[in-house]
């Protein structure tokens, strides 16, 4: 087999699809239609990114090995899979009480602080950290909890069950979905043990994102809907962690609407997460999610772009009150915003300035977005335009972005 990036989406298609499953069949489990498989494996015609994480699911594979970002079985480097066997370990072993040789485990104020290193590198999209601060906090919390009892009992829960969940979300971001599953349903019974309705909430955020990357969209709209009817505050009287969640579950099911291209229930969820963020007024930080002003506005830009809505997306990007968003905003959570914002530049014809906004992300995040669909469609489409351009930031940027 040629290598695999300068295949083309249509021949990694095929490649994946493999002889036991036909064009057909492949439609069917997808649920898209054969008329569109067809014309993705004869490259005809551009694939939505909907389109892509449904055959990316059906395929057994990630959206950036279709689109030539990854090889098949090699799109971790070294250290990559390194920390995510250590991570897998840690989850595994601690909810199973396998913590033999830990005689002195680290007290609370300890371990919530490794907590928020884990989170913090997660943000910074440091796994080799995420996994190293992650595991200590699981298996030594998990030895602490067991004997625990009363308040400090339902301290060590709630850490415990933040920490499962960025081991979750770290999982889901290299489409590791069974262990991000396992590590979510450890949170989940902790979060239920210490009776916390906002962790408890939270969790189903992240549930709705691994119901998303697996293309199980219905159900990412579903989960996020349900914890939010659960939790769904009187504007007038919630607290700040209420809105926190339930703003972040609102956005959770305006994503998913928006990929479903549900334009209406989209706006719909978007408006209750400006609420929510307009009643808290600043940016909250709680259990490692950020929710208010900044997420509400960014987020909205992604999803305008899903529902093809590129120049409202943009006018809501080029707003004088988002110039100086980023400064403000993690490393992840700025470089998704810019990749949409360079998915909504390329479809409005301004390619050049797509290609800048490229540029900045692979410089600011070289490994994360080795790991991102995007990089791909959005190459692809500048291709058209000029290939020698996006052969160009490829080198620079160090991803395989078209064959």
């Known amino acids: 087999m040629s290598n695999w990036a300068d295949l083309t989406t249509?021949?990694?298609?095929?490649h994946l699809r493999g002889s036991d499953l036909t064009q057909q069949g492949l439609a069917e489990v997808s649920g898209l239609s054969y008329a569109l498989v067809?014309?993705?494996?004869q490259n005809r015609g551009e694939l939505s990114v909907g389109s892509l994480l449904k055959l990316a699911a059906a395929l057994t594979t990630d959206v950036s090995v279709i689109l030539g970002q990854q090889a098949p079985r090699r799109g971790m480097d070294r250290g990559d899979r390194a920390a995510l066997r250590l991570l897998s370990d840690a989850v595994h072993e601690s909810a199973l009480g396998e913590w033999e040789g830990?005689?002195?485990?680290s007290g609370v104020e300890d371990l919530r602080k490794a907590r928020d290193l884990a989170w913090a590198a997660y943000w910074a999209s440091d796994t080799s950290k995420v996994s190293s601060y992650a595991s200590k906090v699981l298996m030594e919390g998990q030895v602490r909890y067991a004997s625990?009892?009363?308040?400090?009992?339902?301290?060590l829960g709630l850490i415990l069950a933040s920490t499962y969940r960025v081991a979750a979300s770290c999982s889901n971001g290299f489409g590791q979905r069974d262990l991000?599953?396992?590590?979510l349903t450890s949170a989940k019974y902790l979060a239920k043990e210490a009776d916390d309705p906002v962790m408890a909430a939270l969790l189903e955020s992240t549930l709705s994102w691994i119901y998303l990357r697996g293309a199980k969209l219905p159900r990412a709209v579903t989960v996020a809907e349900r914890a939010a009817l659960a939790i769904e505050p009187s504007f007038s009287k919630a607290s700040r962690p209420e809105l926190v969640a339930y703003g972040r579950l609102m956005v959770s099911a305006a994503v998913a609407a928006s990929r479903r291209e549900d334009e209406s229930a989209a706006d719909n969820y978007l408006s209750q997460a400006h609420a929510a963020a307009a009643?808290?007024?600043t940016d909250e930080k709680l259990y490692g999610t950020s929710f208010g002003p900044t997420a509400a506005k960014t987020e909205a830009v992604g999803i305008h772009v899903a529902l093809k809505n590129y120049s409202r997306a943009l006018k809501l990007a080029n707003h004088e009150d988002m110039k100086t968003v980023g400064k403000t905003m993690s490393k992840v959570a700025r470089n998704r915003y810019k990749l949409d914002v360079?998915?909504?530049q390329c479809a409005t014809g301004l390619h050049d300035a797509a290609g800048d906004t490229l540029i900045e992300v692979g410089l600011d995040a070289p490994e994360w977005v080795k790991h991102q669909a995007l990089p791909g469609v959005i190459g692809a489409r500048i291709a058209k335009v000029s290939t020698a351009r996006v052969r160009s930031i490829s080198e620079l940027i160090g991803v395989p972005l078209i064959a």
């Not at 249509?10 to 095929?14: D, F, L, P, V």
């Not at 067809?38 to 494996?41: C, I, L, S």
């Not at 991000?180 to 590590?183: G, I, V």
């Open 10 to 14: 249509g021949e990694r298609i095929k």
């Open 38 to 41: 067809q014309k993705a494996e």
């Open 102 to 105: 830990i005689d002195d485990p």
């Open 148 to 155: 625990a009892t009363g308040a400090e009992r339902r301290q």
């Open 180 to 183: 991000a599953l396992s590590a």
């Open 279 to 281: 009643r808290l007024g």
């Open 342 to 344: 360079a998915l909504a």
